[in-house]
């Protein structure tokens, strides 16, 4: 079993919709989940990222930790198209800094006018 | 707002030849990273450095790559023999010393090997 998975996608959504995005984990040590955002042949840019079980609202973007489940998702409301990028969750075991994050693969979102 | 920096943002070389990967981290950042992404595929840990050594490094990180911070602000990966496999984007990523667990990533060096 992956330590993380992600469906791949790629998942085309109207403009304004609401996208979910999930990933799931089998490693417990995991404590910190982040969720970056990644453009064609570019850096991946952090979006959010949480700790505890919960929800955790920035503007259009809502991360949620169910930790019991070992399932995260990333909430995007009313879509965009500059949206389209492939969004990547990442996670990490130890608390502080100095820690290697694992990724999932990545799910490409396209938001079509 | 602070960003991390790479060079080049290109390379090519001949399989065997020696490259090196240069970062410039946030300023107040004192953890850096090394990630690789093959075409295609997830974006995987390479190395973590801290205070003037190796924290942690992964399978991949082995006897041909080494890292060094050579002065207060760069941070580089030389891969000393490279082979067709090590065909791929090469982040640098830092984080800071408040106990966030959260990376910046620089936008990454293609590097194709042929």
């Known amino acids: 079993q992956k330590e993380v998975e992600q469906d791949p996608g790629p998942l085309s959504v109207p403009e304004g919709a609401i996208v979910s995005l999930n990933c799931t984990y089998s490693?417990?040590?995991?404590?910190?989940f982040m969720w970056y955002r990644q453009y064609s042949r570019k850096g991946p840019e952090l979006l959010m990222y949480?700790?505890?079980?919960g929800n955790k609202e920035d503007g259009r973007f809502t991360a949620q930790v169910d930790k019991s489940s070992k399932y995260i998702s990333l909430f995007i409301r009313d879509s965009q198209p500059s949206d389209s990028a492939t969004y990547l969750c990442a996670m990490s075991g130890l608390t502080g800094g100095g820690n290697k994050l694992t990724f999932g693969t990545g799910t490409q979102l396209k938001v079509e006018l | 707002e602070p960003e991390v920096t790479q060079t080049p943002s290109h390379q090519v070389t001949q399989m065997g030849q020696e490259v090196i990967l240069r970062c410039v981290p946030i300023s107040n950042h004192l953890y850096f990273y090394w990630y690789r992404q093959i075409l295609g595929q997830k974006v995987e840990f390479l190395v973590s450095f801290y205070n003037n050594e190796i924290s942690e490094k992964s399978e991949i990180f082995d006897d041909q790559f080494s890292v060094e911070r050579p002065d207060g602000s760069n941070f580089t990966l030389k891969i000393r023999s490279t082979k067709l496999e090590d065909s791929a984007m090469y982040f640098c990523?830092?984080?800071?010393?408040?106990?966030?667990?959260?990376?910046?990533f620089g936008p990454g060096t293609r590097l194709l090997v042929l």
């Open positions: 990523a830092s984080s800071g010393a408040s106990g966030s667990p959260t990376q910046y």
């Open positions: 490693n417990s040590a995991f404590q910190y």
């Open positions: 949480t700790y505890s079980s």
